[in-house]
């Protein structure tokens, strides 16, 4: 299964100029906790509600500080067109929860989570499993 079926192509990014209160506040409106941040059309890192409370509030940051002063660099990617096993792997190994999706040119096209990974596999499996008992 490649990532592209998987992934979350309605895709919350933040820019690295916008203030902590603003992603926070889009991140509590959407009721979400990650953001890739992009600079033009290259992903530069991302940012987590996690980053904002224990790299900037726990901190003393003011809540008008950019986000690039706290964003996670070098994010860990994948692209749309791996297999689901390699996104696994990667969340694995680094112990994280999302992915940027990237395409062949280096573009974010979505993001994948354990979420959609769990919710969606699961289904697929479900699926075949249904369509397996109701062959005659």
């Keep these: 299964m490649k990532i592209r079926d998987l992934m979350s192509s309605d895709v919350h990014i933040a820019r690295p100029e916008d203030s902590l209160q603003h992603v926070a506040s889009r991140m509590a409106d959407g009721d979400f906790g990650f953001m890739?941040?992009?600079?033009?059309?290259r992903l530069i890192g991302t940012i987590t509600d996690r980053d904002v409370t224990v790299r900037a509030v726990a901190r003393g940051a003011s809540p008008e500080q950019p986000v690039s002063e706290f964003l996670s660099r070098d994010a860990i990617t994948v692209l749309d067109t791996d297999e689901l096993k390699t996104?696994?792997?990667l969340m694995s190994r680094a112990r994280i929860r999302r992915l940027p999706v990237m395409d062949k040119q280096s573009r974010l096209v979505g993001v994948v989570s354990l979420g959609d990974l769990?919710?969606?596999v699961k289904e697929r499996y479900a699926g075949e499993a249904l369509?397996?008992?109701s062959q005659p």
């Design 118 to 120: 769990s919710v969606k």
């Design 131 to 133: 369509e397996s008992i």
């Design 36 to 41: 890739p941040v992009v600079d033009g059309e």
């Design 87 to 89: 996104a696994l792997d």
